[in-house]
Structures are given as structure tokens and as C-alpha cells.
């Protein structure tokens, strides 16, 4: 499927999706609104919403504060997740040890952390940051760990058999193996970065597209829920596609991927 093709299907869900929506908050269906307005508003007002942040700019403050969130999590998380991922994969004696702590770590929910970062940390961006990190680091971790240890046996012999030290081993088997598996779990991770800030911001903040969704929650505004929660989508595939960008760059050797043919 070409890129045109793919783009225009994917325009074509959105349309048909905002289409049923506004139908079926807008008209009767067999006497009743399928969606009553109060509790699911209607593209027009939702748009109309986001309009109106943009037209008056009270919504850039709110995006900086979250992407400087989201940025500094994904970032802290990232490093520490390919870090300690190589540490582990590379030293299997200390994954041993401390492989039920990371299970036991990764297993608390994120939310009930959330107000002990708050206590810890204050209101400000930081607490925003460390709930942003503990949602980055394991998937990346995870993924990276695997990654290194996917290493094939043969592969490794043969370069240790070329004299290959084990910086140049590093360099040229182990890393290459592990970044397909970093960047797959970094595509979600973004969303994790920014799902973490927002949270953050949701509990308790001043500014941030978690505050702005919080406020409007509190005054029964629906529209504005809906709006903020369209823009922080639109926010995170701005993100990703960043990452998609730096991703091909890194990963120009790797082949095509190309469908089977008959």
C-alpha cells in the first residue's frame, strides 16, 4: 500500500469516526441521542474549544509545561532504561539478584506513586518528571535487556574469533542488536512520557494539559475535557513522529521490510 493510500484511509476513519459522533449526539435515533451531549458534547463544540485556546494562546503555556515534562521523563528514562539494560544483560549474576526487585517495582501502580512524588518533590515540574520516568524506564529496560540477550551465539563467536575486543563487541554486535528492541519500546514510551506528566499534572499542578482537562472536569465541561484530550493525542503524534524521524536516521542500515509477493 502506497504512502497516499494509507494516509487517505487513515483521514477516512477520523472523518467517518467525528461523523457518527456528531450524529449520534446530535439527532434522535428511534426517539432517544445516542449520545446525550451532556456527557459525550459534539465535534463542534469540541472544536470550537480548541479554537478558541489556540485563537486566545492560554493553551501554549499549558503544552510547553507538559512537553518540558514529557521530555525530560522520556529522556531520564530512556538513559537510565538502555543503561541498566545493558548492565543486566551483560552482568547475569546481578540480573539474578536483583531480578524479583525489579519484578516487585515494576508491578506497583504507577497512580499510587504519583501523591508520594508530590510529597517528595512538590507541585512543581519534577514530581511530573519521576512519575514520567517510572512509566519510561521499564519498557525500555525490558526491551533492551531482551535485546542484548537475542544476540545470536554464532554471530558473537565469529566476532570474538576476528579478535574483536569488548568495546568492539559494544560497538559493532550488541548494540546494533539492541536498538531495533530500544526503539520499538520507544515509540511507546513517548506516549508513557506524556501519559505520566499529565497524570502528574491531573492530581495536582497549575499549568499543563493535565490541569487544563482537570479544570474543565471540574466545572462539568465536556467540551473541554474532549478538546484537551485531542490535543494532548494530537501532542503525542508529534512526538513520535520525532522519534520516527531520528529512528530512520539510526537505522539506515537496516533492509526494507517488504510484503511477500505471489
Do not use: C
Amino acid at each position: 500500500m502506497s504512502r497516499v493510500s494509507l494516509l487517505s484511509l487513515q483521514i477516512l476513519v477520523a472523518i467517518v469516526t467525528l461523523a457518527l459522533w456528531y450524529v449520534l449526539s446530535s439527532y434522535p435515533i428511534f426517539g432517544h441521542v445516542v449520545l446525550p451531549p451532556f456527557f459525550f458534547s459534539n465535534p463542534i463544540d469540541v472544536g470550537n474549544q480548541v479554537v478558541a485556546w489556540f485563537a486566545s494562546g492560554v493553551i501554549w503555556k499549558h503544552l510547553w509545561v507538559t512537553l518540558e515534562e514529557s521530555i525530560l521523563a522520556f529522556i531520564i528514562g530512556s538513559i537510565g532504561g538502555v543503561g541498566v539494560g545493558f548492565w543486566f544483560a551483560r552482568q547475569p549474576r546481578t540480573a539474578a539478584v536483583f531480578d524479583p526487585y525489579v519484578k516487585m517495582v515494576n508491578a506497583l501502580p504507577r497512580v499510587v506513586l504519583a501523591p508520594i512524588f508530590t510529597l517528595w518533590l512538590g507541585l512543581g515540574i519534577w514530581s511530573k518528571v519521576a512519575l514520567g520516568v517510572t512509566l519510561v524506564f521499564f519498557i525500555v529496560f525490558f526491551n533492551v535487556y531482551q535485546g542484548v540477550k537475542e544476540v545470536s551465539p554464532t554471530v558473537l563467536a565469529n566476532a570474538r574469533m576476528l579478535g574483536m575486543n569488548e568495546r568492539q563487541l559494544m560497538r559493532h554486535v550488541y548494540w546494533p542488536s539492541a536498538l531495533s528492541w530500544m526503539f520499538s519500546s520507544l515509540h511507546t514510551s513517548v506516549g508513557f512520557a506524556v501519559v505520566g506528566a499529565v497524570v502528574g499534572e491531573y492530581l495536582g499542578s497549575a499549568a499543563g494539559l493535565g490541569y487544563l482537562i482537570q479544570q474543565a472536569e471540574g466545572v462539568f465541561d465536556v467540551a473541554g475535557v474532549f478538546a484537551g484530550m485531542f490535543v494532548l493525542a494530537a501532542f503525542v503524534i508529534v512526538i513520535d513522529a520525532v522519534v520516527s524521524l531520528i529512528e530512520k536516521r539510526l537505522l539506515v542500515w537496516r533492509p526494507e521490510v517488504t510484503g511477500s509477493q505471489a
